[in-house]
């Protein structure tokens, strides 16, 4: 009488073999896991080493910028973790945005850019949707969809009127990013004590964009505010050329 064989757990989906090869991307007992079905099959873990040799291969032929040159600010502090790119089709939820100003530039051909914001909150990780209630200590990644490459600045703007530039890191111009699905970013942010609300705006542009021109539309809108401060809860794009992303956190008090 032939054996009744053992009943196999099922193997990990390239994606989540993918997100194991980066330190943080997965809860921790979700990665334990992961490595404990490793250690007995073989055909796992040559497919992950295809991941890695694949994920090498792409960051060989397009290199990453390093967040851990982001300039102090006072209500964040750069997170830098291993750069990590999805290389399985991701399911995601985009945030919508955007503004169009034919005046102003051409208008976007094409599926329209998207970014990712993935949050984790201790050992959770989730996609946000504005308004996201987060809280400190909670950390940001921004994930890219594009068709094309195109150029990316990614600004976060809070009720006090401070901006701040989260990508590329210490820059005062959007920085030049790559086509293709789920794509992300190679560091994060962490959120600390700060309490109220802010907005991240990610700027998809044909062309380089300028600081400084985000600092002028945001004079104008200020000007139509009366002259007062800016309210980021009712602000969902900038008068900026180009395809906006941008999401709205609301700062949790404690045990909120």
Same mark, same amino acid.
């Given at each position: ?5 053992? !009943? ?7 994606? !989540? ?19 404990? =079905? ?22 060989? =032929? ?126 994060? +942010? @962490?959120?600390?004590? =700060? ?24 004079? @104008? ?13 009712? +602000? ?21």
């Amino acid at each position: 009488m032939p054996t009744t064989p053992e !009943k196999r757990i099922a193997c990990p989906s390239d994606l !989540k073999l993918s997100l194991s090869l980066v330190e943080g991307e997965l809860p921790g007992a979700e990665q334990e896991a992961i490595e404990a =079905h490793l250690a007995g099959c073989d055909r796992c873990r040559r497919r992950r080493r295809e991941l890695e040799d694949e994920r090498n291969e792409l960051y060989a =032929h397009r290199p990453m910028v390093d967040l851990r040159t982001l300039r102090p600010r006072q209500h964040w502090r750069p997170l830098v973790v291993g750069a990590a790119a999805c290389l399985a089709a991701l399911v995601a939820v985009w945030l919508a945005a955007g503004i169009v100003a034919p005046e102003e530039g051409p208008r976007w051909k094409g599926a329209a850019p998207s970014l990712e914001f993935r949050v984790q909150h201790e050992e959770n990780v989730f996609v946000a949707r504005s308004p996201a209630h987060l809280h400190p200590g909670d950390r940001i990644r921004f994930g890219t969809t594009l068709d094309h490459d195109a150029w990316l600045l990614i600004v976060n703007l809070d009720d006090e009127g401070a901006l701040d530039v989260y990508f590329p890191p210490g820059g005062d111009r959007s920085a030049r990013v790559s086509a293709g699905t789920g794509i992300f970013l190679p560091g994060s +942010i @962490r959120l600390d004590e =700060h309490r109220g609300t802010e907005r991240i705006f990610a700027l998809f542009t044909r062309r380089q964009l300028r600081l400084e021109e985000v600092r002028a539309a945001l004079g @104008r809108l200020r000007q139509r505010a009366g002259g007062g401060r800016i309210d980021v809860a009712s +602000i969902e794009a900038l008068p900026l050329p180009g395809r906006q992303t941008s999401l709205l956190i609301v700062k949790e008090k404690p045990g909120g």
